[in-house]
């Protein structure tokens, strides 16, 4: 996160250890202008048994999306200029896709972190224990609050 002239800005960032100097910060990408919503009401749309890994996260942030106060209009979900399609997982402006990161719970909800979720394979020489751990942080990281059985769902399909 950086602060600049009053607006603030997510990164994603790598750890390095460097023998010298200590830990270090790289970053990795832009992640988008940081914004936060309130929690206005608190209605879930259940997860259904059924659905693919991709259904599973686009349901998580609908649902995240929709606590902060976001509404339906047609595919996507809209608040404050702001639309979320629903079936890319993009944010747009204008007509315009654009570059932002929502903050919610421990994390920040956007594009790139999504992807990341998506993109998650269990590492051949990688127990289960280190795989969960890993695609927890992953949604820790976006934002997104998984019940337990999407959790095992989701980690299940992968």
Known sequence: MKRIKGNRYAYAVENKWKK??????????YLGKAISFDI???????????????????????????????????????????SFNEATMRFFSGGKEIRIAIEMNDGFLCSYMLER??????????????????LAKLFVGSGLKPDDGSFVRFYQLS
Request: aromatic fraction near 2%; glycine fraction near 8%; include cysteine.
């Open 20 to 29: 010298d100097k200590g830990p270090r910060q790289r970053v990795k990408e």
């Open 117 to 134: 979720i998506l993109l998650f394979k269990v590492k051949p020489d990688e127990d289960e224990r280190e795989a969960g751990t890993r």
């Open 40 to 82: 206005v009401n608190e209605i879930v749309i259940p997860i259904k048994e059924e659905e693919s890994r991709r259904e599973i996260v686009q349901r998580l942030a609908s649902n995240e999306l929709i606590k902060r106060g976001f509404a339906h209009n047609g595919e996507n979900l809209e608040k404050c200029g702001i």
